[in-house]
């Protein structure tokens, strides 16, 4: 047997790969002038060099912000299902974002590489900071960690003003989403990011704090996990008035539909006052489930939908 036919010897030879790339990304920073320390969301000091930088993004939600805080072209690699804006399809991919390529990675040379609490282990932080990589984490785990998160990026990407501008529109819209919600009653809502099996949005979220600021109250309110499975007889017992089903297709720009996209299957649960009177709805989640730039789009798709009569013109395709 021929030596690289041995899977041992090709572990081998990758581990030796990243270790030399990551080598050379140590001389690099080790030699980079003027570096700033930054602290990051877990309290922990990062240093990033001299501008412009080398980006790496391992969220969906931190490539809009560095597109958002107009730094999108200091951006070397992002994971694959980075999509938006439509730039961000074109730049080098790194894998997904609970497992990404490491080599890949050491190989794009980042000066600093973005992570979030929520989507990235704390393993996967260990690896790439024994890698020798400046590595930036965040915590968008609430609506005021979504704002913390983009001041905390526009700091690491000198770009405090436009991080600014982008929580100051975000905090705009969703003053105006709560004008028209306030004094409506706050019907139950159930909010499924996947239906079979039911997961669904928990308690003490940032998905909660966007139910409660679209005048909805959630059925979850148990801390049980960011994203507990429930079962039908769980449904049932809490009686959510509205289910909101995450639309995960690309599209983002169309409309809430209607319960026509409802599994055939749980029309027998007329126990459950939604299917009852019909207000399932399937809302386009990209910009709802990424804790980003884009939140009042999201908060105002879901507002519309919990309180349609709250908003005088109706949504368009």
């Known amino acids: 047997m021929r030596y690289a036919e041995h899977s041992g010897y090709r572990d081998w030879l990758r581990a030796l790969t990243v270790f030399i790339l990551a080598g050379a990304v140590l001389s690099t920073a080790c030699g980079a002038a003027g570096a700033a320390v930054v602290p990051d969301m877990l309290g922990r000091p990062v240093a990033i060099p001299d501008r412009p930088l080398r980006v790496v993004s391992l969220a969906p939600s931190i490539t809009e912000t560095v597109y958002a805080l107009r730094r999108g072209d200091w951006l070397v690699g992002v994971t694959e299902v980075c999509d938006y804006p439509p730039p961000a399809r074109k730049l080098p991919k790194v894998g997904g974002i609970a497992a990404p390529n490491l080599e890949q990675i050491v190989r794009l040379r980042p000066d600093v590489v973005f992570t979030t609490a929520e989507g990235n282990t704390r393993d996967l932080l260990d690896q790439l900071e024994r890698l020798g990589l400046a590595t930036f984490a965040l915590q968008p ?5 979504v704002v913390d998160s983009i001041l905390a990026m526009g700091r690491a990407l000198a770009a405090d003003e436009a991080a600014r501008q982008v929580v100051d529109d975000i905090q705009r ?3 105006r989403v709560r004008e028209l919600v306030a004094g409506r009653s706050r019907p139950a809502v159930l909010y499924l990011i996947w239906t079979d099996p039911l997961i669904a949005a928990g308690a003490g979220t940032y998905l909660d704090d966007l139910l409660e600021l679209a005048g909805g109250r ?9 994203y507990p499975r429930l079962n039908w007889e769980q449904v049932v017992a809490r009686a959510p008035d509205v289910i909101l089903l995450a639309d995960h297709r690309e599209d983002s720009e169309r409309p809430a539909t209607g319960s026509g996209d409802v599994p055939a299957e749980w029309h027998a649960w007329q126990a459950v006052p939604a299917i009852r009177t019909g207000r399932v709805l399937a809302v386009p989640s990209n910009t709802i489930l990424r804790p980003g730039p884009r939140l009042g789009d999201g908060l105002t798709r879901l507002a519309r939908a919990i309180h349609p ?8 395709k």
């Open 141 to 145: 785990d609430g609506y005021w960690g």
């Open 218 to 226: 959630n059925i979850v309110w148990e801390r049980t996990g960011s």
């Open 309 to 316: 009569g709250a908003f005088a013109v109706p949504e368009t």
């Open 173 to 175: 819209r969703v003053r």
